[in-house]
């Protein structure tokens, strides 16, 4: 049980490091990524990509964070950025649904090349 605690607290530590890279701007897009390594690899992308991000996180969608990004997103001035991106994760239906009918789209992908396209082409 030790063991497993210690490899949480590593895996906080190095989230919170790859978090504490990004550029987070006030009005961004919500990413998710499937490990730490994708997500560090796409918000260097999207950095380099001139695409804001206002939070990020691994593992799926879910109904929580679709409350938050709503939350998040009711502040904006520019509705084109109210997305949520997901790199190589599933969506839980209850967050698809909640997504939905908030007017949240959610773009997935596992190419980061994809993902970008569909964010520009919604902008």
């Given amino acids: 049980e030790e063991e497993i605690e210690d490899a ?7 989230l919170k490091s ?13 990413v998710h990524a499937s490990t730490l390594g994708s997500l560090e690899a796409l918000l260097s992308f999207f950095n380099s ?8 996180n691994i593992g799926p969608i879910g109904k929580k964070d679709v409350i938050k990004a709503n ?4 502040k904006y001035k520019e ?3 109210r997305v949520i991106l997901g790199f190589d994760v599933k969506v839980t239906p209850d967050a698809l649904s909640l997504a939905e009918s908030s007017d949240i789209p959610i773009f997935l992908g596992d190419i980061i090349y ?4 569909k964010f520009r082409k919604h902008v």
């Fill in 49 to 56: 990509s001139n695409v804001p991000v206002s939070t990020a």
């Fill in 18 to 30: 790859i978090l504490n890279k990004v550029n987070k701007k006030s009005e961004g897009v919500c």
């Fill in 114 to 117: 994809h993902l970008l396209d």
């Fill in 71 to 74: 939350s998040l997103f009711s």
């Fill in 8 to 14: 949480k607290r590593t895996v906080q530590s190095e």
């Fill in 79 to 81: 509705p084109h950025k």
